[in-house]
């Protein structure tokens, strides 16, 4: 036992591949006293059958294994000019795998070059680290470490990301902090020194999901805060071992220790160097507070750009100021365009087609209404993201259980409707790449019509580029409407449209479909 509490014991091994597990004294109150058999914590890798941990030893060192990196050196996107696509890997394959086959990266590689055809520029993982059986959404962990086998072995991950790389696409993962599943070695253990003794929050029973880890208990002898070192460890782990380029910190509102957060982002700062990272918090109901300047994180899920747009989309009501402050997130305090994570639907929230039918509102109607929706989210200031499917209309409803898988339907794309608004979702993700006024913290909206339910608003930068969106939430369609106030005269080109329309004494004339936007671009001279 050294002075950091660890036992170690040295054993010459020949090189090859072994399990293991530990046999410890239980310092947990039902296991208090009896030998038991466990996984360590900090195992790499665990067999699928046997459920030991896997060690590999070459030439006398312990590995995980021999991928050989191929490309670190390609540039990646600043967190500005992000663009990002949530999907569970099992899912994301369809119906081209079986679950139990642990082969979902090298699968979901074959799918790279579709995400890259699409636009986006990273992707967040929902969470991969090891789970009960070989299907689960990811959010009831039992070891931080290894990946869920299920998946694949480490260097098929670690291609995965490399794959990524070489398509300028970063790679974000789902970490869950909070709690754990019951069969947790931690929790086997000793629950009392990793644990809350009781509930963190027992008054809040709609958000307690397992055993919760205490960021309080303080280890006199060692002088630390043991959950406070492992999941350090846990972070740098995952950025050295598999070179991912931000994390999404799962129920930060249920932790609630923002002294803990500054010091884990000044920790992993050594191993993340000079690479973009994206420190993310989901942190429901969304708050400035949560993010810089006043908060430790760089940006946060922004749920209430979900909550005022699907209302007004699927016409259950229309709060145009509400909506006006989630579009220029600036309003609610937040501080610019990478404080926030703008999203039409997620694992936990029902595509945006789903909200519609379940609304009665089906076929072109629908998808005319997910094209304005789509426009809103990619011209607004925050980072947009995409939830798997939603660009080619998804119509799946979220699963009862999060044990059930749900795989995109990718025969979605033999219909017309559907391969039309994807190619929509690739020119719009297209534009937001080309107008760099679309990723600066400008707004203003110049024309609100409440109504009407018709508004409109300019984005620009200093090179003076502008964008102009104008939207109609109403079913009334206007052949002829007047934009007034509008921030510059001369020629302007309508997006998608071979039309060019002109804009005198601060007013412009424009076809406005009841449910629609439309994008105007300032003509060059």
């Known amino acids: 036992k050294d002075e950091k509490g660890c036992f170690r014991v040295s054993v010459d091994l020949e090189d090859g591949q072994y399990q293991y597990k530990f046999r410890v004294q239980s310092n947990s109150p039902n296991l208090l006293g009896q030998m038991v058999d466990v996984n360590d914590p900090y195992m790499k890798e665990m067999d699928r059958h046997s459920e030991n941990g896997v060690i590999r030893v070459k030439e006398g060192n312990r590995i995980l294994d021999t991928y050989v990196w191929q490309h670190d050196q390609n540039s990646l996107p600043e967190n500005r000019d992000l663009i990002i696509y949530e999907m569970h890997i099992t899912d994301f394959c369809g119906d081209e795998v079986e679950i139990e086959e642990p082969i979902k990266f090298k699968k979901a590689i074959r799918k790279l070059d579709y ?254 209404r997910i094209k304005l929706g789509a426009i809103v989210q990619m011209t607004a200031p925050g980072i947009p993201m995409l939830w798997m499917g939603d660009e080619f209309g998804q119509a799946s409803h979220k699963t009862e259980v999060t044990t059930h898988p749900n795989p995109l339907d990718w025969s979605l794309l033999e219909n017309d409707r559907n391969q039309d608004l994807l190619a929509f979702y690739q020119s719009l993700i297209a534009l937001r790449k080309e107008k760099q006024s679309l990723r600066t913290d400008n707004i203003e909206f110049f024309c609100t019509h409440p109504e009407n339910k018709v508004f409109a608003y300019v984005r620009w930068n200093d090179s003076g580029e502008r964008v102009v969106v104008a939207a109609n939430l109403s079913d009334q369609s206007y052949d002829r409407y007047n934009l007034d106030h509008f921030p510059a005269n001369g020629t302007w080109s309508i997006w998608l449209q071979d039309q060019q329309v002109e804009a005198k004494d601060g007013k412009i004339t424009i076809s406005l479909p009841s449910f629609s936007a439309q994008v105007l671009l300032k003509a060059e001279n």
Request: glycine fraction near 6%; aromatic fraction near 16%.
């Open 115 to 368: 995400l890259e055809n699409l636009g986006i520029n990273a992707i967040a993982l929902m969470p991969l680290t090891e789970y009960d059986g070989d299907y689960r959404w990811g959010y009831m962990p039992r070891f931080f470490f290894a990946l869920e086998s299920s998946y694949g072995k480490p260097q098929d991950f670690k291609q995965f990301v490399d794959e990524c790389h070489a398509r300028g696409i970063r790679v974000f993962i789902d970490c869950i902090f909070n709690h754990t599943n019951d069969p947790s070695p931690l929790l086997t253990i000793d629950r009392d020194y990793w644990y809350y003794r009781d509930r963190h929050y027992p008054e809040d029973d709609a958000n307690y999901w397992g055993p919760e880890l205490s960021y309080e208990n303080y280890d006199e002898t060692l002088g630390i805060k043991p959950t406070w070192n492992f999941v350090s460890d846990v972070v740098q782990f995952w950025i050295q071992e598999y070179h991912i380029d931000g994390i999404r910190y799962d129920a930060v509102r249920q932790i609630a220790n923002d002294e803990f957060f500054g010091w884990l982002f000044n920790q992993a700062k050594a191993v993340i160097q000079n690479k973009p990272f994206f420190q993310i918090a989901e942190h429901i109901p969304d708050s400035s507070k949560v993010c810089a300047p006043e908060g430790i994180f760089d940006s946060c899920w922004h749920e209430s750009f979900r909550y005022f747009l699907k209302d007004a989309i699927v016409g259950e009501s229309f709060d145009l100021e509400g909506l006006k402050t989630a579009i220029d997130a600036r309003q609610q305090g937040f501080c610019g365009t990478t404080s926030v994570i703008n999203y039409l639907a997620t694992h936990d929230r029902e595509h945006m087609i789903v909200e519609l039918g379940d609304k009665g509102i089906f076929d072109q109607a629908a998808f005319d």
